[in-house]
């Protein structure tokens, strides 16, 4: 397993990142445990998570799972989605942060989160009393580093110069969504990790199960997937034909690496510079086994390149601009 710094923090996280967000719903809790257990006897020590996942229910079960090794992994978890009917049960007010931290501690069964990130912009708290919030959680010892999820790159450089103002802890890591057919990261936010030293864990890097190639053109979606199931994050970011269209262009460069579309895809994310891991949500253990094949070879040029003409960098499928003066892959051209 090869490991990378989180930015230009000191802690070492593992290229693939373990997500939680199918245990303790469609994964039951004794797979769940034994996909957490494999992932770390290979050598994955980063696993993210968030309070809302299956109710909290995945946040138990990784604490059930890791308990007596619970040093030897990178916890992320999450903040910001309801929790109650109540006016202050979700957001990132200080006192939505420091009610859900307790929680998440508690379900956890742990002394300290390594990682506590906002789960997305809450515009109606200020920045500031969110930072100073995280700040203090780190000054106390239940968090180690701060980070946030969903965040614009005007958002992230935001959050930065309030920090460095303030003298309150930075954020260290920043988890966008980031995959072949949807680059609008690379735009931004990508560059804005790399110039401000800010790591880089990106989620849904197959698209929801887009470019594991179950979706095809102009046919139904296969019975019991989360667009059959019109899974709401599912039918706004990735139910496209475009994007379906795409997949199916990606299976002979698959097939050319001798690896499944879903490694091929998991690799393609790996080799962008900028990105320190990328978060694998398995529900199965078949599936873990699969992601786990985009280790230890790396994507041709010739498959970047073709990638390149089928979405341009920086951008999703339903477009077709392609600006050549525009870093390629977050890189700047010679």
Request: charge should be negative; proline fraction near 5%; charged fraction near 25%.
């Amino acid at each position: 397993m090869e490991y990378r710094n989180l930015g230009n923090a000191g802690v070492k996280v593992s290229r693939l990142c373990l997500g939680t967000m199918m245990f303790g719903g469609a994964t039951n809790e004794q797979d769940s445990i034994g996909i957490i257990h494999r992932a770390m006897d290979d050598g994955i020590n980063f696993i993210d998570s968030a309070n809302v996942y299956n109710d909290g229910e995945a946040e138990r079960i990784l604490g059930k799972a890791v308990r007596g090794r619970r040093d030897s992994v990178v916890i992320a978890t999450k903040v910001f989605g309801a929790r109650g009917d109540g006016p202050n049960d979700e957001g990132n007010s200080r006192i939505h942060i420091l009610n859900e931290v307790e929680n998440s501690l508690r379900r956890l069964d742990t002394d300290y989160i390594d990682i506590y990130m906002l789960h997305r912009r809450d515009y109606d708290t200020p920045l500031e009393e969110s930072l100073e919030a995280l700040n203090d959680l780190i000054r106390q010892g239940k968090v180690r580093y701060a980070g946030c999820s969903n965040f614009y790159g005007y958002d992230l450089a935001k959050a930065l110069w309030i920090s460095d103002r303030n003298r309150l802890a930075r954020m260290a890591v920043v988890q966008p969504l980031y995959n072949i057919v949807n680059r609008d990261a690379e735009l931004e936010l990508l560059p804005c990790c790399r110039e401000h030293g800010v790591g880089a864990m990106v989620y849904s890097p197959l698209a929801r199960g887009v470019l594991a190639g179950k979706y095809l053109p102009g046919r139904p979606p296969p019975e019991g997937s989360r667009a059959d199931r019109k899974d709401p994050r599912m039918m706004v970011t990735e139910v496209r034909e475009e994007s379906y269209e795409v997949a199916q262009r990606l299976v002979p460069l698959a097939g050319a690496h001798d690896v499944t579309l879903t490694q091929f895809s998991l690799s393609w994310v790996l080799a962008n510079p900028i990105v320190t891991s990328a978060i694998v949500g398995p529900r199965t253990m078949g599936q873990y086994e699969d992601n786990l094949g985009c280790l230890g070879w790396d994507i041709s040029q010739e498959a970047l390149d073709e990638i390149d003409s089928l979405v341009p960098p920086g951008e999703h499928t339903g477009w077709g601009f392609n600006d050549p003066q525009y870093p390629v892959r977050g890189r700047p051209k010679a």
